[in-house]
T-cell receptor, first 112, second 117 residues
């Protein structure tokens, strides 16, 4: 089955800096890669996703890049703000009725 | 704004008691997923359903856990008997779920925080 590795497990940045979280996956058939943000005590919420026919996608301060050959994808957050502090999960799927395999999560802390 | 709902939001019970958690998926979604989240294990997939039929429950301890979808608007996760190690947040998620689809987004419910004493 699919295996997703996520790094780093914790990330601390100053407000205004950029943050990058990286994930690798094992199943070359995976073609859908969402990112979820989970604030403390809340549900995971989709913030951006990318499909395998696209190499990069951007939404305001958030961007995701995908390298299918190397089987890795990354989340980039620019101009970080304290409200970006949360746990971020990457996931891979698209091969089995919507099943997603999640990474272990990255705790992002943005210091004012 | 359609959302997945879960009840109860919090449950405290004693070891050995039966626990039932309920989930109402978004209307029109045909796949339902149950996850367990602990600090150590991240989001762990327990089971998932498509059109009310179980597709995979290999992540679920079979001796004490069971999951069902009595109808398209209700999914249940039951633990009997409960143990302290079952303490966690249990999330339900739903999606459109195609075999190899372009729309595999999962939408999560608010979770049930379970504490077994």
């Amino acid at each position: 089955g699919e295996n997703v590795e996520q790094h780093p497990s914790t990330l601390s940045v100053q407000e205004g800096d950029s943050a990058v979280i990286k994930c690798t996956y094992s199943d070359s058939a995976s073609n859908y890669f969402p990112w979820y943000k989970q604030e403390l005590g809340k549900r995971p919420q989709l913030i951006i996703d990318i499909r395998s026919n696209v190499g990069e996608k951007k939404d305001q301060r958030i961007a995701v890049t995908l390298n299918k050959t190397a089987k890795h994808f990354s989340l980039h957050i620019t101009e970080t703000q304290p409200e970006d502090s949360a746990v971020y999960f990457c996931a891979a799927g698209g091969t089995s009725y919507g099943k997603l395999t999640f990474g272990q999560g990255t705790i992002l802390t943005v210091h004012p | 704004d359609a959302r997945v709902t879960q009840t109860p939001r919090h449950k405290v019970t004693e070891m050995g008691q039966e626990v039932t958690m309920r989930c109402q998926p978004i209307l029109g979604h045909n796949t339902v997923f149950w996850y367990r989240q602990t600090m150590m294990q991240g989001l762990e997939l327990l089971a998932y359903f498509r059109n009310r039929a179980p597709l995979d429950d290999s992540g679920m301890p079979k001796d004490r856990f069971s999951a069902e979808m009595p109808d398209a608007t209700l999914a249940t996760l039951k633990i009997q008997p409960s143990e302290p190690r079952d303490s966690a947040v249990y999330f339900c998620a739903s999606g459109l779920g195609r075999l190899a689809g372009a729309e595999d987004t999962q939408y999560f419910g608010p979770g049930t925080r379970l504490t077994v004493l």
